[in-house]
């Protein structure tokens, strides 16, 4: 039993774990000052920051063309795979998932099973990593979706941003009311609710008392754990803050895996440059 594992760009895994684990990457597409980039391929991270600070327009994101992922699963299907398993970026933030849901049983001899992350970056890029070493042990897709379900369970995160300016405008902040006035003086401190859709959590006066306030909530989620944990800090453009933040935790937590990624362009469209983040999720490299 032959299964593919598709995902999109927004998992932010390095070129040698895709290759290594041969994933098929779906780039996401960006629009910036009305050009549209395809994410990882026509503009890297750091291209994208640079337009971000000199764009004459807010940028936007839109989903790729559903005859190209038909053609996708299509070829793969013609290279012999019987299934394919597409995971994809939060229904919350994008209506990706909901679109490939809609031609998902329109490739004959291919089973098609759509995964909504309920997340974005590294968290969603551990699924893919998780979905693909089953993939080589031959496990079927029932088995691999049962483990990504246990796998999603266990995520948590917490992020710091400059203000929401860019997430109301996108729409993606769903009770941005609460927290529109007086953006300019905090520093909103944001998360995933129980319907997977991104909230403002609380407001906090500076960023020192955003990174306490993160590390306390963090703290106390920690304690509730009872399996090995591993933690990822994610930074829009600010690897400096990054290093830096993942040295007071290491100091705190000194047997505690902490990885470093990043917000990509797509991401990054909403939450704009220096946003950081902290996520957990179980230690998968344990099992």
Same mark, same amino acid.
């Given at each position: ?42 503009? +890297?991270?750091?291209?994208?920051y640079?337009? =971000? ?7 936007? +994101? ?8 038909i053609? =996708? ?12 398993i ?14 490939l ?46 483990? =990504?379900?246990?796998?999603?369970? +266990? ?28 953006l300019?003086?905090?520093?909103p401190?944001?998360t995933?609710n129980d ?10 006066r500076? +960023? ?11 703290a ?9 944990i ?58």
């Open positions: 039993m032959k299964t593919a594992i598709v995902t999109d760009s927004t998992c932010y895994l390095t070129k040698e774990e895709i290759s290594n684990n041969h994933i098929v990457v779906v780039p996401i597409p960006v629009v910036i000052d009305g050009k549209s980039y395809d994410e990882g391929v026509d503009i +890297t991270t750091e291209e994208f640079q337009k =971000l600070r000199t764009s004459g327009s807010f940028p936007s +994101t839109t989903q790729p063309s559903l005859g190209k992922m053609e =996708l699963y299509k070829h793969l299907r013609d290279e012999g795979y019987e299934n394919v597409s995971i994809h970026l939060a229904s919350t933030i994008s209506g990706f998932v909901s679109s849901d809609s031609i998902k049983d329109e490739i004959d001899g291919l089973n098609v099973y759509v995964y909504d992350s309920e997340i974005t970056v590294r968290l969603m890029g551990s699924l893919v990593l998780e979905a693909a070493q089953m993939a080589r042990e031959e496990r079927t897709p029932e088995d691999i979706l049962t483990q =990504l379900n246990k796998l999603r369970a +266990t995520f948590g995160e917490y992020f710091i941003v400059d203000d929401l300016q860019n997430l109301v405008r996108g729409g993606r902040l769903s009770n941005a009311s609460a927290f529109i006035g007086g300019l003086k905090i520093k401190i944001l995933f319907a997977h859709e991104i909230v403002a959590f609380e407001k906090v500076s +960023t020192k008392k955003a990174f306490t306030r993160v590390e306390e909530l963090f106390q989620n920690k304690e509730k754990i009872d399996y090995p591993r933690a990822i800090i994610i930074h829009a453009n600010d690897e400096p803050a990054a290093l830096k933040w993942r040295e007071r935790l290491q100091a705190k937590y000194p047997d505690l895996p902490i990885d470093i990624s990043y917000f990509g362009p797509v991401i990054g469209t909403h939450l704009g440059e220096k946003a950081l983040a902290l996520a957990w999720l179980r230690d998968y490299t344990k099992d």
